[in-house]
């Protein structure tokens, strides 16, 4: 299975400077590795300019930081599937916990995001993870089996597995500076994986797993080495093409 790189700004650059980034990203990266492939996701109004500097640069990929379940309506503020497909989107996040826990959305918002941009044909990453008071209260497993059976409720069992990504980000790693460590991570990652080997029990075991929290430059060959983990999603090295060349080559 390819490492998948992802890059979320959240509400980070205008849409200059994500083209100025999106350009420097593909010059630094040069020639992405056979094993590496890159999703960039910028906030809604930067879409046209980073597709446009990403062009055809092979392996580079884009999507949505969000995205309503519905095909149009009267839905002040929010983003349809096919508007992100339509502005160069082959992806798009669901669950992000910026999205759960400052904007207030429920697992089942959530599962119903998920469910409905896959059959718009969209790919999705659902982002999951704990709390530090649900780690601490002995919760983890619970917290992620409950994210994975309702985010991804609606899901059909013969899902295309090159389609969903998981990202694991417990909430005290994201934007800290604390990571969390490799026993964590390991852990963690294997919960998932037998959750959604239960779940789907034929594509499971090919559903990317993303590590998320606070991934740098010289963290990031560890994490991508450890077993169960396909690729990391990075949110603040993801800002500047230098620091998020040298995680996607790591
Ligand atoms: C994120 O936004 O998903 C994230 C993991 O952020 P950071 O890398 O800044 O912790």
Same mark, same amino acid.
Not at 1 to 26: C, F, G, I, P
Not at 144 to 169: F, K, W
């Given at each position: 299975?390819?490492?998948?790189?992802?890059?979320?700004?959240?509400?980070?650059?205008?849409?200059?400077?994500?083209?100025?980034?999106?350009?420097?990203?593909?010059k630094a990266v040069?020639?992405?590795?056979?094993?590496?492939?890159?999703?960039?996701?910028?906030?809604?109004?930067?879409?046209?300019?980073?597709?446009?500097?990403?062009?055809?640069?092979?392996?580079?990929?884009m999507g949505g930081?969000?995205?309503?379940?519905?095909?149009?309506?009267?839905?002040?503020?929010?983003? $349809?599937? #096919?508007?992100? &497909?339509? *502005? +160069?989107?082959?992806?798009? %996040?669901?669950? !992000?916990?910026?999205? @759960?826990?400052? =904007?207030?959305?429920?697992?089942?918002?959530?599962?119903?995001?998920?469910?409905?941009?896959?059959?718009?044909?969209?790919?999705?990453?659902?982002?999951?993870?704990?709390k530090l008071d649900?780690?601490?209260?002995?919760?983890?497993?619970?917290?992620?089996?409950?994210?994975?059976?309702?985010?991804?409720?609606?899901?059909?069992?013969?899902?295309?597995?090159?389609?969903?990504?998981?990202?694991?980000?417990?909430?005290? $790693?994201? #934007?800290?500076? &604390?990571? *969390? +460590?490799?026993?964590?991570? %390991?852990?963690? !990652?294997?919960?998932? @994986?037998?959750? =959604?080997?239960?779940?789907?029990?034929?594509?499971?075991?090919?559903?990317?797993?993303?590590?998320?929290?606070?991934?740098?430059?010289?963290?990031?060959?560890?994490?991508?080495?450890?077993?169960?983990?396909?690729?990391?999603?990075?949110?603040?090295?993801?800002?500047?093409?230098?620091?998020?060349?040298?995680?996607?080559?790591?």
């Open positions: 299975m390819k490492k998948l790189m992802a890059a979320n700004w959240k509400m980070y650059k205008t849409a200059d400077e994500a083209r100025q980034t999106a350009d420097a990203l593909v040069g020639t992405l590795p056979g094993d590496r492939e890159v999703l960039i996701f910028p906030p809604f109004t930067a879409l046209h300019a980073a597709h446009d500097a990403l062009g055809q640069a092979a392996g580079f990929h930081q969000d995205v309503y379940p519905a095909e149009e309506g009267a839905f002040t503020g929010e983003i $349809a599937p #096919g508007m992100l &497909k339509a *502005a +160069g989107c082959g992806w798009v %996040l669901t669950g !992000h916990s910026e999205r @759960r826990h400052v =904007l207030g959305e429920t697992d089942a918002l959530v599962g119903s995001k998920t469910a409905f941009s896959l059959a718009a044909g969209l790919s999705v990453c659902l982002c999951i993870g704990e649900e780690r601490e209260a002995g919760a983890l497993t619970t917290v992620i089996h409950r994210q994975l059976e309702t985010g991804l409720a609606d899901v059909p069992a013969d899902v295309d597995p090159g389609r969903l990504a998981i990202a694991y980000e417990p909430v005290w $790693a994201i #934007g800290t500076g &604390k990571v *969390a +460590g490799p026993a964590e991570i %390991l852990e963690a !990652h294997a919960i998932v @994986r037998a959750k =959604l080997c239960a779940m789907f029990p034929s594509a499971g075991t090919d559903m990317p797993i993303l590590y998320g929290g606070s991934v740098k430059p010289d963290n990031a060959a560890e994490i991508v080495g450890l077993d169960n983990v396909d690729g990391v999603l990075v949110g603040g090295a993801s800002l500047q093409a230098d620091s998020f060349s040298r995680i996607v080559l790591a």
